[in-house]
């Protein structure tokens, strides 16, 4: 089994920072990619950004030059430092990952997710 939990979420006033957290344990051989995703209120989940193993990133355009996703691949850690946030930025934030397990199996989870509430 493959776990992820989240953390690093909260209330901000628009204009502020908060960097979001997310640890992958387990049975774990190896992690190919990581990425966010957010659900509002009453809107579907929609995927934030995205880092594979080889560092490659990518992001929504309502979040470039604001968010920027990272990894510490030692600790089978992603981040989402998010600056600039705005109102519109409300949600849950779910992690989500893919890889391989040590049975060789493949996998992809998700956390439980973590809320990030900006005020205007």
């Known amino acids: 089994q493959v776990q992820l939990v989240e953390s690093g979420g909260g209330l901000v006033q628009a204009g502020g920072s908060l960097r979001l957290s997310c640890a992958a344990s387990?049975?774990?051989?190896?992690?190919?990619?990581m990425g966010w995703y957010r659900q509002a209120p009453g809107k579907q989940r929609e995927s934030v950004a995205a880092?594979?193993?080889?560092?490659?990133?990518n992001y929504r355009d309502s979040v470039k030059d604001r968010f920027t996703i990272s990894r510490d691949s030692s600790k089978n850690t992603v981040y989402l430092q998010m600056n600039i946030l705005k109102p519109e930025d409300t949600a849950v934030y779910y992690c989500?990952?893919?890889?391989?397990?040590?049975?060789?199996?493949?996998?992809?989870?998700w956390g439980r997710g973590t809320l990030v509430t900006v005020s205007s």
């Open positions: 880092i594979t193993s080889a560092s490659s990133t």
């Open positions: 989500n990952a893919g890889g391989m397990r040590r049975d060789f199996e493949s996998f992809e989870v």
């Open positions: 387990g049975s774990i051989f190896r992690i190919d990619y």
